[in-house]
């Protein structure tokens, strides 16, 4: 079997990559949805703008999870909390479900209709006439 000559820097690598990748496509719903609310023209800051609060919270979320692990007295020989630990920060991944609320009705324009709100004559504007 593969599994059972796999190098440990092999293991590592391949579990960073995978989760790398996995973690992009899980957020691949956040920009669909944030596209369709954006205002025409002002896509690529709102793109920048996500991705930089996305960055910040993995930072503290990781800045979070040590001090939770370091509470915990959780280390290399103690294992002790680290079931406690492991529910704490699954239950925690679940928090951001309170808010699904807060998008109702937000996305639910398709992208024809979407197009058809936003109409600019573009000669016209390129000439200074307005539209």
């Known amino acids: 079997m593969l599994i059972d000559h796999l190098a440990d820097e092999a293991f590592v690598f391949g579990d960073d990559v995978a989760l790398a990748i996995f973690g992009e496509l899980a957020f691949l ?8 609310i954006c205002p025409p023209g002002v896509e ?4 920048a703008t996500l991705m930089s609060i ?6 503290v979320g990781t800045e979070i999870g040590a001090a939770l ?4 007295g959780v ?6 909390n680290l079931g406690l630990l492991t529910i704490i ?3 925690s991944s679940l928090y951001p479900l309170v ?5 109702d009705g937000v996305g639910s324009t398709g992208e024809d209709d979407a197009e058809e709100e936003v109409i600019i004559d573009v000669p016209s504007v390129l000439d200074g006439k307005g539209e």
């Open 29 to 36: 719903p956040t920009l669909v949805l944030a596209a369709r």
């Open 44 to 47: 690529a800051v709102l793109f």
């Open 54 to 59: 996305f960055n910040g919270a993995s930072a």
């Open 69 to 72: 692990t370091k509470y915990l």
């Open 75 to 80: 280390t290399e020989s103690n294992f002790e």
């Open 89 to 91: 920060c699954n239950l």
């Open 99 to 103: 808010f699904l609320g807060w998008l």
